[in-house]
């Protein structure tokens, strides 16, 4: 199991330790450093930024929006970078939900996601592989644009600049049963957000007991060396009030649901209506040590070895480890080593 540094995107400003942590994880042989993006940093400059400053470590997207850049202008970005760093780029894509994609880039959410994140994998590739000038008779995606308000003037291109990797990695973020099972057959890894090493197939789906040889596992996990758990879970809890209670709809959240196929449903929506009434102390407090627990990787060194062993067992190929200090990364590879 290989490890990965995830650093999230910025809060109210720039992480001034991002670029140490990842020289650091680098230098202790962590094989992956990933960004991402909600409303504010974007995911691709951050991590251009961080390559050029290390030379090994690949540099993954956890996760770049689909709304928010066209494929090709994805596509675009990804190869640019793979050439700037020597072929280390990871191109992880997320559709995010209805109050992200129409609240904040203004577009409608597709009525069909499945589709929507097929066709876009599908004119990613295609730049990426540039056999041919792209072509797509889609639904959301389509090139040259087909739609009525078209000049009908459009010609079918390929990118002038010649991708180093055409077979770079493309992952993606999903959370339903139905979402992981097509992310199984088009891509070429998953970006599980809450991952219970436990019971994979109860949550996920029957999609996760038969993966195709070299397909990529790589759950992002809060971990944290401290002798107290109550307290080091403390900041996992504060993640999932925010992302259970805020990060969707009252009536369509993704993660609240997925927190609900995992057992927990009663109180997923107890930490929606606290959050959106405000309360958001209450929400976080609200979360279940037992939630937080078992997607996480907290408390004394021996306790997160024997946890460790535990997520070894499945089919998680990268554990991706979320903002830990520096002594949690040395930790970490000395147990996994």
């Known amino acids: 199991m290989r490890l990965g540094l995830a650093l999230g995107y910025w809060?109210?400003?720039p992480s001034s330790g991002h670029v140490a942590l990842a020289q650091e994880a680098e230098r202790l042989g962590y094989d992956s450093v990933w960004t991402a993006e909600s409303w504010g940093s974007d995911v691709f400059t951050p991590l251009t930024w961080i390559a050029a400053h290390t030379s090994r470590i690949r540099l993954g997207t956890a996760v770049a929006q689909m709304a928010a850049r066209s494929p090709t202008t994805t596509a675009m970005h990804a190869l640019t970078l793979d050439h700037l760093s020597g072929g280390r780029m990871l191109l992880g894509l997320g559709l995010s939900g209805p109050q992200v994609v129409e609240g904040w880039y203004g577009r409608p959410f597709p009525k069909s996601p499945l589709t929507a994140t097929r066709e876009y994998v599908d004119v990613v590739r295609q730049v990426l592989r540039r056999e041919?000038?792209?072509?797509?008779?889609?639904?959301?995606?389509?090139h040259p644009y087909q739609g009525p308000d078209g000049t009908g003037l459009g010609r079918p291109l390929k990118p002038i600049t010649h991708p180093l990797r055409p077979d770079l990695p493309v992952l993606l973020g999903a959370e339903g049963p139905k979402n992981v099972a097509q992310t199984v057959r088009i891509a070429d890894g998953w970006l599980p957000l809450y991952w219970s090493p436990t019971r994979p197939q109860e949550v996920y789906g029957e999609a996760?007991?038969?993966?195709?040889e070299g397909f990529v596992v790589a759950p992002m996990a809060q971990v944290r060396v401290c002798d107290d758990v109550t307290e080091g879970l403390l900041p996992v809890k504060a993640m999932l009030?925010?992302?259970?209670?805020?990060?969707g709809h009252a009536a369509r959240n993704f993660h609240a649901d997925l927190m609900a196929r995992m057992g927990y449903e009663e109180e997923a929506r107890r930490i929606q209506r606290l959050f959106l009434?405000?309360?958001?102390e209450e929400a976080v407090l609200a979360v279940p040590d037992a939630f937080a627990d078992e997607i996480s990787l907290v408390g004394p060194r021996e306790r997160i070895a024997e946890r460790l062993a535990v997520w070894r067992t499945g089919p998680v190929t990268d554990l991706l480890a979320l903002a830990p200090d520096v002594t949690t990364l040395?930790?970490?590879a000395e147990l996994a080593a």
Do not use: N, Q, T, W
């Not at 996760?208 to 195709?212: E, G, H, T």
């Not at 009030?241 to 990060?247: E, K, L, Q």
């Not at 009434?277 to 958001?280: K, P």
């Open 11 to 13: 809060g109210r400003g």
């Open 132 to 142: 041919a000038p792209v072509e797509l008779s889609g639904r959301f995606h389509s």
């Open 208 to 212: 996760v007991a038969d993966l195709p």
């Open 241 to 247: 009030g925010f992302y259970i209670g805020g990060m």
């Open 277 to 280: 009434d405000g309360r958001r």
């Open 330 to 332: 040395r930790v970490l």
